[in-house]
Each structure stands twice: as C-alpha cells, then as structure tokens.
C-alpha cells in the first residue's frame, strides 16, 4: 500500500512520544512492503533537536506553511490507499478535511492522545487538531487506548469504525544489552516534565532517594522547572536520545514507569516508554491504572507500588536475580503481543477490515 502520515513528528523525539511511535510503526510497515510518505510541520524545538532527520522507511516531507505544501499533499493523497492524520498534528484539522475530501479508499486518524482529546471533545465539542464533525467521515479511528473508550467513540462520537493500536517496540533497538556505567542506577526514571505526573515521582523516586541516601537515582528528561529540588543521590541528564535508551533501561536495576492523569482516568492506556523498558528487560516500578493487568501481570512482570514504603522495599529487599525474573518476564510478554511487528499487522488488519465494509466483502482476514 502506499500510505500517506501527518504526524506532529518522526524526525525529533525531543519533549514528544509520537516520535517513536511513527518510527517503530513505519519501520515495520515499511519492512512489510509498504510505502509511507510522512509530513511534518517544521517547528523551530524539533528543528533544534531533530535527531532522526531521514529516516531509511519513509520518506519526509517537511514544510513550513501549510498553503505552501497543500498542492504536494494533493498529489500524494490521488495515489494513496491509506491516509493518516495524528493527534497533534499543527494542520490536523485542515489535513483531515483534505483526506476526507480526497479519493483516499480508507481515510484513519491516529490518536495517540486520546484521553486528552475525548476531554476536550466532551466539554468543548471540538480539539486544535480535529473536529467533532469529522468524526463520522473516518474509516478508522486508531486510539492508543482501549477498553470501554472503543465503545464510547462508537456510540457517542458517531465514529464508525474504533480500534486500538496501542504502541509499540522495535526488538532491533530495545533489547537486553550488557550495563553501561554511565548509566548505572538503582533506580531510573525517563520522560519529560508534566506537572501531573511530578507528585507521583516524587513519591516513588525522590522520596526514596532521601531515605536511601546509599542508593543512586537517575532522571532523565527534558522540561523540568528549576523549582523542582533533586535530592544529592539523583542525577539528572537533560535529554537523552533514543540510541542510548535501551543502555538506560540495561542499566537501572529497576526502572519507574508514571502515567499522565488523563491516561490514568482513561485505563489501558500504555505508554511507550513501558513496552520500550520492558522489551530491555528492565524491572519496571509503575503506578497502576485500570486495564494494566491486562498488559502485565502484576508481581510476576511488573511491580505496582503504593507508596515510598513500597518502593524502599523493593530497593532494599529483592536481590538482583529476582528482579532479572521480573525483567525478563516483561520482555516475553512485550515481543509476544506489542512488537512493531504486531502493530503493523493490526494495522493491516483494521484497513482491510474498513475496506470490507465500504464493498460489502464478508471475506475479511482476521
């Protein structure tokens, strides 16, 4: 298929997760033999920080002003079979009324935030980058959150047709690979500054790291504001590019996993960052959420903390081979059911299943 994205953006992960989901979703869509023609608004922060400038699977089309490109996403949109817009997307809402105007067989939006949008939907009925209007003219609606969300979009939001494409990792880049000490830690920490997730690190790392003056932290993450106060034991890395991720996760004896409000509201809402730490076979401490035994089962791949105490238990008691256990657990688990390579089935799987419906073809693959 050829494939048309809009996404906020593959070339640069810096402050953002979409980044490298495009780029594990592509990567294997590509390896697939599909074709993907990607766009992007460039925005002077990822200009700044881009640290993926061409990626080998698809081919970019970065641009500066909307009007300027729209004849070139015309052409690309005459040859497509798939079109996507993602959350997000700076021209998200002049991009789908292009999509949904075009010619494209199967028209999909991805939303990799949509707790957030579904929020803004209900109480303001519209987002900055779709509209409630558009909802009904889709094919497919991708949501990064499953459960009773599905439902709901179906029902509520007229949308015709919901599926969950949750995230995903690429084994190639996130594996278990021998510690680095640059990186060594007892406990680390990665992702950038959001206010409601900064009581909960808070509460599972800097409270233990006061308590555990003996132990070493790490945080790595861009964002932070200077009224946060580390304690001694906790260093810092402002940004930390995703070549060097999976030596992080290798490194920590375990590592935290928080989850944004929103999400947390939302349940089975997985972040990246946890398939990507346990795809390492990182021992991953996390808050807990609705629908996250359905992704690992607590105790036995991942550890779900209520409080410090908790977690000082944890530093404290459980020796090195049994958070291996734990770690490698996870990793079964996540190369079974979240690698890129199940993602870009699903995806096939949900285009062809939408192309089903618009024919009236009972012959679908599932």
Same mark, same amino acid.
């Given at each position: 298929?050829?494939?048309?994205?809009?996404?906020?953006?593959?070339?640069?992960?810096?402050?953002?997760?979409?980044?490298?989901?495009?780029?594990?979703?592509?990567?294997?869509?590509? $390896?697939?033999?599909?074709?993907?023609?990607?766009?992007? $608004?460039?925005?002077?922060?990822?200009?700044?920080?881009?640290?993926?400038?061409?990626?080998?699977?698809?081919?970019?089309?970065?641009?500066?002003?909307?009007?300027? &490109?729209?004849?070139?996403?015309?052409?690309?949109?005459?040859?497509?079979?798939?079109?996507?817009?993602?959350?997000?997307?700076?021209?998200?809402?002049? #991009?789908?009324?292009?999509?949904?105007?075009?010619?494209?067989?199967?028209?999909?939006?991805?939303?990799?935030?949509?707790?957030?949008?579904?929020?803004?939907?209900?109480?303001?009925?519209?987002?900055?980058? &779709?509209?409630?209007?558009?909802?009904?003219?889709?094919?497919?609606?991708?949501?990064?959150?499953?459960?009773? &969300?599905?439902?709901?979009?179906?029902?509520?939001?007229?949308?015709?047709?919901? &599926?969950?494409?949750?995230?995903?990792?690429?084994?190639?880049?996130?594996?278990?690979?021998?510690?680095?000490?640059?990186?060594?830690?007892?406990?680390?920490?990665?992702?950038?500054?959001?206010?409601? /997730? @900064?009581?909960?690190?808070?509460?599972?790392?800097?409270?233990?790291? @006061?308590?555990?003056?003996? /132990?070493?932290?790490?945080?790595?993450?861009?964002?932070?504001?200077?009224?946060?106060?580390?304690?001694?034991?906790?260093?810092?890395?402002?940004?930390?590019?995703? !070549?060097?991720?999976?030596?992080?996760?290798?490194?920590?004896?375990?590592?935290?996993?928080?989850? !944004?409000?929103?999400?947390?509201?939302?349940?089975?809402?997985?972040?990246?960052?946890?398939?990507?730490?346990? #795809?390492?076979?990182?021992?991953?401490?996390?808050?807990?959420?609705?629908?996250?035994?359905?992704?690992?089962?607590?105790?036995?791949?991942?550890?779900?903390?209520?409080?410090?105490?908790?977690?000082? !238990?944890?530093?404290?008691?459980?020796?090195?081979?049994?958070?291996? /256990?734990?770690?490698?657990?996870?990793?079964?688990?996540?190369?079974?059911?979240?690698?890129? $390579?199940?993602?870009?089935?699903?995806?096939?799987?949900?285009?062809?299943?939408?192309?089903?419906?618009?024919?009236?073809?009972?012959?679908?693959?599932?």
């Amino acid at each position: 298929m050829i494939i048309i994205m809009f996404g906020l953006s593959i070339t640069s992960s810096w402050g953002n997760g979409h980044a490298t989901t495009f780029r594990a979703l592509c990567s294997s869509l590509h $390896r697939r033999g599909h074709r993907i023609v990607f766009f992007e $608004r460039n925005v002077e922060w990822y200009e700044n920080n881009r640290d993926l400038p061409g990626p080998p699977y698809c081919e970019v089309k970065l641009y500066d002003d909307w009007k300027e &490109v729209l004849p070139a996403v015309r052409e690309h949109l005459s040859d497509a079979d798939v079109a996507m817009v993602g959350s997000y997307f700076p021209d998200g809402i002049l #991009a789908l009324d292009e999509v949904l105007a075009s010619n494209v067989p199967v028209k999909t939006f991805y939303d990799i935030d949509t707790p957030i949008t579904l929020t803004r939907l209900r109480e303001q009925g519209n987002t900055d980058y &779709v509209l409630r209007r558009q909802l009904a003219d889709l094919d497919i609606y991708f949501t990064f959150t499953g459960g009773p &969300v599905i439902a709901e979009l179906e029902s509520d939001f007229c949308v015709p047709f919901a &599926v969950p494409l949750y995230c995903s990792v690429d084994p190639e880049r996130h594996r278990e690979l021998p510690p680095n000490p640059d990186f060594a830690c007892d406990l680390s920490y990665m992702g950038t500054y959001a206010a409601d /997730r @900064q009581p909960k690190i808070e509460e599972f790392l800097c409270a233990p790291a @006061q308590n555990l003056t003996e /132990r070493s932290f790490l945080v790595a993450g861009p964002q932070y504001p200077g009224s946060v106060k580390w304690p001694a034991n906790v260093r810092r890395i402002m940004h930390l590019e995703p !070549r060097f991720h999976a030596e992080l996760y290798c490194s920590s004896r375990m590592t935290l996993n928080v989850t !944004r409000r929103d999400m947390v509201m939302a349940g089975y809402s997985p972040s990246v960052r946890l398939f990507e730490a346990a #795809a390492c076979a990182a021992t991953i401490v996390s808050d807990n959420w609705p629908g996250l035994d359905t992704f690992f089962a607590p105790g036995e791949e991942i550890l779900l903390p209520l409080d410090r105490a908790d977690v000082i !238990r944890y530093l404290s008691g459980y020796d090195d081979s049994e958070l291996r /256990r734990i770690g490698r657990a996870a990793r079964e688990r996540v190369l079974a059911a979240h690698s890129n $390579r199940e993602r870009a089935s699903e995806f096939e799987q949900a285009v062809e299943i939408a192309q089903a419906k618009k024919t009236g073809s009972s012959t679908v693959a599932v």
